[in-house]
Structures are given as C-alpha cells and as structure tokens.
C-alpha cells in the first residue's frame, strides 16, 4: 500500500504532495439522500485526496446490495463483506487499488440489501477488528432514508451530505439532515454542494439549506467549499479509473483537494484519535 500511495503522491507533482501535513485521522461517512448525486464519486475521490497525503484509507460500499465503487474503483473483487459476515477473515476480503483498501460490498444481493439491525451491528464491528490499521475510513452510504443508510451516516464521527443544485436534491438532502438529527443523535454534518456551474449557484444551495437546518433543527450544519460540474467524471467513469488518478489536475480533483484540507481545519476532538474503535458511539463525540 505505501508503494501504491508513494506512486500516487509522485503522480500528482511529488514533493510538493509529499510535503503535505499528514491528514489527522478521521472516520467519515458520505451519504445525501438523493440517488445519482454523486455521493460515490466524491467518497471515493475525498478518500484518495487523503491517500495522496500519506493516509492509510479504507473505502467501505455501504451501498451494501447496489454496490458499484468496485467500478469506479477500477477492480473486480472476488470476495464480498458477506463473505466476511459468513467468517471469512476480513483480510482476504480487502482489495488494494490505488492506494486504498476497499471493503466491497456485493451488486446484485439481496441477502446484503435486506440486512438487518444484527448484521449492521455486526458488520460495524468487523471494521472496527480493522480500524486500527487505517487513518481514514470513508463510507459510501446508499441513497434513500431507510435504518441502513441512517445507521451507516451516523455511524462515523464526521457526515456528510452531498447535494446538487436541483430542488429536489436540496429536498432529499435536508430531509436526510432532518432524519440523522432528530432520530440518530447527530449534531453537527457538512454540506458538499455538488455539480455546480456557478459559484452564485453554490452560494444559493447553501444558503437554502443552512436557512432550512438553521430553523427547524438542532444541528450544526458547515458548508464545504462547491465542487463544479466537470465533465472528467464521466471520462474518468468510462475509462474505470477514479477522477484523482486520470484527471489529477481537473477542476474537480483540485476542489476535492481542497475539500479535504477544509475539513482537516475543523480539526477532530482528541477522544477521536484516542478512541479504542472509530466509530461514534465509542469515540463519544461528533466533528
Ligand atoms: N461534479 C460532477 N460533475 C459531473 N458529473 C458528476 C459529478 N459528480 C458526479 N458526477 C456523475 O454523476 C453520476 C452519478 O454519480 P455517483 O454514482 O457518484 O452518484 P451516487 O450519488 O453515488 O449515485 P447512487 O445514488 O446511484 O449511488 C456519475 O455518472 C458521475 O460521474
Ligand atoms: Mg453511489
């Protein structure tokens, strides 16, 4: 894994990456309600920008029986977390891409897509036997607003919320606010206004929201800087290879980037980093 993530810091303009703090540690869940907005895509490429700065990361499908970040990933794993639900050591279920680690889930199971309260739990624990080998953990949470997808997004000590400049995924994204606040004990989440053309158009997005969450709930909500609409997505998709690694220097990869030294300024309470497990209900706190 180091070779892969030295590989990447020279690919993307070596001793200036190098040079770059190491990020702090983090646990970090994705999600937005909405289906298609680009909670994968800005999963996968945030936990690569971490890469690029020396983490150690593993990427979590949480998108447990649609699962298709192997895809954007570039690879085709021959084991699944079922396998690792089943007891298969966790290890051998791990595939090392560009990099990360990926824990994948399986496309096409219904077995995965229906787990129950029991599987979640257990399946939290399984990445909890190997937190303590990663800096970062990112979860990619499938849309919708079912207990899975709330108990994935607030699972982590950091949310967040991706949202497009379209009413109905400003809608989808407040309502998943609204439902991680009143019923899952989150306080504070980060906004990530995706797919904007404008910067008065991600102003607005964040405007909207922010008033919405400032009047009707009792949490903190941060904006992260816009990502544009950029169509390296597309070609980097087509191509299987992840954005940060075809299009290193794309107007998208560069405001990943900078998303991901934004969120490090919001710098992670000690009790994270002390934490004898990485997710929230250990770790007792919330950034
Ligand atoms: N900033 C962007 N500019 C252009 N295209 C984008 C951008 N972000 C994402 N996309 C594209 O939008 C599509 C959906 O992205 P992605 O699969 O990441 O969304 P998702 O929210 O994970 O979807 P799902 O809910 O199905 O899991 C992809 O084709 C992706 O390349
Ligand atoms: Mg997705």
């Known amino acids: 894994m ?6 990447l810091r020279v690919l993307r303009g070596g ?3 190098a ?3 190491r990020p702090q540690r983090r646990s970090l869940a994705v999600t937005g309600g909405k289906g298609g907005v680009g909670k994968s895509s800005l999963a996968l490429n945030l936990a690569l920008a971490r890469v690029e700065r020396g983490s150690r990361t593993l990427m979590v499908d949480a998108d447990l029986g649609m699962a298709d970040l192997n895809l954007l990933v570039g690879v085709a794993p021959s084991h699944s977390m079922l396998d690792a639900l089943g007891g298969m050591p966790i290890d051998q279920v ?4 560009h990099g990360l680690h990926l824990l994948p889930a399986l496309n096409g199971s219904s077995l995965l897509a229906t787990l129950g309260p029991t599987g979640q739990q257990r399946l939290l624990e399984l990445i909890d036997g190997i937190a303590a080998n990663f800096d970062t953990i990112v979860i990619d949470v499938a849309a919708g607003l079912g207990l899975t997808q709330a108990v994935f997004a607030s699972a982590t000590t950091t949310t967040l919320v991706v949202a497009n ?3 109905l995924s400003m809608a989808d994204a407040y309502a998943s606010l609204k439902v991680l606040a009143t019923e899952h004990g989150v306080r504070r989440a980060y906004l990530l206004p995706n797919r904007v053309t404008s910067r008065a158009q991600g102003d607005e997005l964040v405007a909207r929201l922010s008033g919405l969450v400032g009047r009707f709930l009792d949490l903190e909500l941060i904006a992260l800087p816009p990502i544009p609409a950029d169509p390296m997505f597309q070609e980097a998709a087509q191509f299987g290879v992840p954005l ?3 299009a290193p ?3 998208a990869a560069r405001a990943l980037r900078l998303v991901d030294r934004v969120l490090d300024s919001h710098a992670a309470p000690a009790s994270v980093d002390a934490a004898p ?3 929230r209900a250990a770790a007792g706190d919330r950034r």
Do not use: F, G, K, Y
């Open 15 to 17: 001793s200036i990456a």
């Open 2 to 7: 180091n070779d892969q993530a030295s590989t």
């Open 244 to 246: 940060l690694v075809h």
């Open 165 to 167: 400049p379209e009413p």
């Open 277 to 279: 497990t990485w997710w």
């Open 249 to 251: 220097q794309s107007v």
């Open 94 to 97: 791990l595939v090392a891409a």
């Open 19 to 21: 040079a770059m703090p």
